[in-house]
T-cell receptor, first 113, second 114 residues
Framework: SQQGEEDPQALSIQEGENATMNCSYK?????LQWYRQNSGRGLVHLIL?????REKHSGRLRVTLDTSKKSSSLLITASRAADTASYFC?????????????FGAGTRLAVHP | KAGVTQTPRYLIKTRGQQVTLSCSPI?????VSWYQQTPGQGLQFLFE???????NKGNFPGRFSGRQFSNSRSEMNVSTLELGDSALYLC?????????????FGAGTRLSVL
């Protein structure tokens, strides 16, 4: 079952613009992670935000977390064509005594030169 | 440090056959997780292995199985292939797979079932 749901499903912007992607989830979490996937390749970890954090930055990435609304957002500032990829949020779900990552459906971002 | 290596990169099989996919984790990583990715279902968790033991399992039929060796390398096997098994199979490794662990993914094996 998918824990995170991304919104929008697809986003098309021009280089230099900001891109915002949202993620909603259903159950309590320990942390939330964002990953990027270039077409048909493996996922690359971008950033992890813990449940007691509200905002985190990494380069041009800014992630916010609102545990009361069970939602997170990923902002990419000054986007570049190389940012074209799918972006997934992933939440840790405690199951059978161990943690596993549950991924959302992803947002497909296209950045046009 | 070498990344996660998955072999083969591409596979074409016919219905009813079986297939084995291989994953070599990052050196020192003991947790290996497998995911199936399809356009319709997204990324679905298959199972996770740690120190040769399956710790977690997703909602997949028994045709999907896996194992992990003492060197942490892992294999997954799909028997009696169905058309719906066509997907990108991703393997990910992490240090211990515990809370807050980041997963490092391989490039995947693309399986086509004809």
């Amino acid at each position: 079952s998918q824990q995170g749901e991304e919104d929008p499903q697809a986003l098309s912007i021009q280089e230099g613009e900001n891109a915002t992607m949202n993620c909603s989830y259903k159950t309590s979490i320990n942390n939330l992670q964002w990953y990027r996937q270039n077409s048909g390749r493996g996922l690359v970890h971008l950033i992890l935000i813990r449940s007691n954090e509200r905002e985190k930055h990494s380069g041009r990435l800014r992630v916010t977390l609102d545990t009361s609304k069970k939602s997170s957002s990923l902002l990419i500032t000054a986007s570049r064509a190389a940012d074209t990829a799918s972006y997934f949020c992933a939440t840790e779900q405690f199951s059978g005594g161990y943690n596993k990552l549950i991924f959302g459906a992803g947002t497909r971002l296209a950045v046009h030169p | 440090k070498a990344g996660v290596t998955q072999t083969p990169r591409y596979l074409i099989k016919t219905r009813g056959q079986q297939v084995t996919l291989s994953c070599s984790p990052i050196s020192g990583h003991r947790s290996v997780s497998w995911y199936q990715q399809t356009p319709g279902q997204g990324l679905q968790f298959l199972f996770e292995y740690f120190s040769e033991t399956q710790r977690n399992k997703g909602n997949f039929p028994g045709r999907f199985s896996g194992r992990q060796f003492s060197n942490s390398r892992s294999e997954m096997n799909v028997s009696t292939l169905e058309l719906g098994d066509s997907a990108l199979y991703l393997c990910a490794s992490s240090g211990t797979g515990g809370k807050g662990n980041i997963q490092y993914f391989g490039a995947g094996t693309r399986l086509s079932v004809l």
